[in-house]
């Protein structure tokens, strides 16, 4: 045998940031879980929610027995770590039990909520058995008059800091982010404040605010409020810019790895290998892709088929659209860019047409960067990456 | 501690054993088990070869004797990574004694 009388026999390794596997990765690693579509908030923000209240859609969410299924399956092709997201998941009755089955599996558990359903006896099997990923909070406001014209909800902020305080009191392990919204766009400073107060925040916190529209296509009125909600490129972009010159290091450093065109296949970002399953069985390549041909019904078949048949055939769909092809294939901001088959999806019906919106964002930032001049299209670009390696310098 | 070679050992309910893809990866449960939360442990290939035979069914030195019949090793070696692995992981609430059936 080797080692012989070695000291230590195990190895503590950070799952987040350790290669584990010696030989291939497994097949999954990790897994979305969308448990329900309804909301206890109706944010105005929001690309996803159903109220509530919805029974049609709770009709039609998956079962327990159906969700456990997938998690042991899930579980049997390797994966390490499941997200537990919505709507709001904690509306589900059956939350706990689905929480205990996963992490019993050996699963770590990912919690996105609003915490406002948070209540003792949830935080006590937390701390009993901890989900070992920081549970991840969104706040929508820091006085109830912001949160609650963001969430729409009357009651919510003071449930949201009930739930807030159970989670500081219990020491559980949670880290908040925000939406960047009018109601609360002057609170930026007084919520990065109470946040670096937050024992497990040890960077500041992240903004959404460059908002996608309704990702089932179901509401052009709603899609109408969103567009008027998204911050303009340049207050978006000075806000990602507060943290001063540690932005700039993290940007430089992702631009000296992301950068390039990508050329005519649409999925370049990893689509299906983190899959997401959404409240009714359905496999997306990932949050938001709702395209109904690029999704895989799990009640009618199986992880393992999906994950080796279904989303590599996805992967090499390629873009059609000139516009698309004239632009955005040959762009190397698509590092920068939140183009992707979801938002073009969400924003026009198809999967490749460029979202004007985006492209603006990432020509704003890529401006401030200094890849660009004045006037200037990442596609016209030929000496980018003299570009990208002179700032990354 | 002292660990005898006739008692048996089984995976703590502390905490949950998966292989995959040929590692064995320890998913603490409750509370307690690693210094940071979102750590996991693995074995080496010592720990994996004994771990592998830690059933709750046998004898520690049975399971010495058959890592003996299967490796070359000096003698005492086995016998004091058996005992060193089994010690490791009872610290860690990652085994539990059994009573031998």
């Excluded at chain 1, 490749?352 to 596609?379: I, M, Q, R, S």
């Excluded at chain 2, 309910?13 to 998966?18: K, Q, S, T």
Aim: contains cysteine; charged residues 25%.
């Amino acid at each position: 045998m080797k080692n012989v009388i070695a000291t230590s026999y195990t190895a503590r390794v950070n799952a987040a940031h350790f290669r584990l596997w010696k030989r291939r990765n497994p097949i999954l690693g990790k897994l979305d879980f969308e448990l329900t579509e309804r909301c206890n908030n109706d944010c105005i923000q929001c690309c996803i929610n159903l109220p509530e209240t919805d029974a049609a859609a709770r009709q039609r969410e998956l079962t327990t027995d159906e969700v456990k299924g997938i998690l042991v399956e899930a579980a049997s092709l390797g994966a390490l770590s499941v997200r537990f997201t919505g709507g709001e998941p904690l509306l589900r009755d059956d939350f706990s039990d689905l929480y205990l089955f996963a992490r019993r599996l050996g699963l770590r558990v990912l919690l996105f909520t609003n915490a406002r359903l948070l209540t003792p006896e949830l935080v006590k099997l937390f701390v009993h058995i901890p989900p070992l990923e920081k549970i991840e909070v969104t706040v929508y406001g820091m006085r109830r008059e912001s949160y609650e014209a963001v969430s729409r909800v009357k009651g919510s902020f003071e449930q949201f800091q009930s739930g807030i305080n159970l989670l500081i009191e219990a020491g559980i392990s949670f880290v908040v982010k925000g939406a960047f919204l009018p109601p609360n766009r002057r609170e930026v400073d007084d919520f990065e404040t109470w946040a670096s107060n937050i024992p497990a925040m040890d960077k500041p916190p992240i903004y959404s605010m460059f908002f996608d529209f309704r990702s089932r296509r179901d509401s052009p009125t709603k899609n109408r409020l969103i567009q008027s909600l998204r911050v303009p490129p340049e207050e978006g972009i000075a806000l990602l810019r507060r943290p001063g010159q540690a932005y700039l290091k993290d940007m430089r450093q992702f631009c000296s790895k992301f950068m390039g065109p990508p050329g005519e296949l649409l999925f370049t970002c990893g689509a299906g290998y983190a899959p997401c399953v959404d409240a009714y069985g359905a496999l997306q390549p990932c949050l938001l892709l709702r395209h109904p041909d690029t999704r895989y019904n799990l009640r009618a078949g199986s992880l393992i088929e999906a994950l080796t048949e279904f989303f590599p055939r996805l992967r090499q769909t390629r873009a059609k659209n000139p516009n698309y092809l004239a632009r955005c294939t040959r762009c190397f901001l698509m590092g920068l860019c939140e183009q992707c088959p979801a938002k073009s999806w969400a924003e026009h019906g198809n999967l490749d047409t460029p979202v004007e919106y985006f492209c603006k964002v990432a020509h704003t930032e890529a401006l401030n960067l200094g890849l660009l001049k004045e006037g200037e299209f990442g596609w016209e670009v030929k000496d980018w990456k003299e570009r990208v390696e002179r700032i990354c310098q | 501690m002292s660990i005898s070679g006739n008692a048996v050992y089984t995976v703590s309910e502390d905490v949950v054993a998966r292989e995959i893809e040929g590692e064995i990866i320890i998913v603490p449960l409750v509370a307690g088990i690693g210094d940071l939360e979102d750590e996991l442990y693995t074995l080496n290939e010592t720990g994996k070869a004994i771990w592998d035979r830690l059933d709750g069914r046998r004898r520690l030195c049975e399971v010495i004797d058959d890592l003996s019949a299967q490796y070359q090793a000096a003698p005492g070696e086995i016998q004091a990574d058996v005992l060193g692995l089994v010690t490791e992981l009872v610290k860690r609430r990652m085994l539990v004694a059994v009573e031998p059936s």
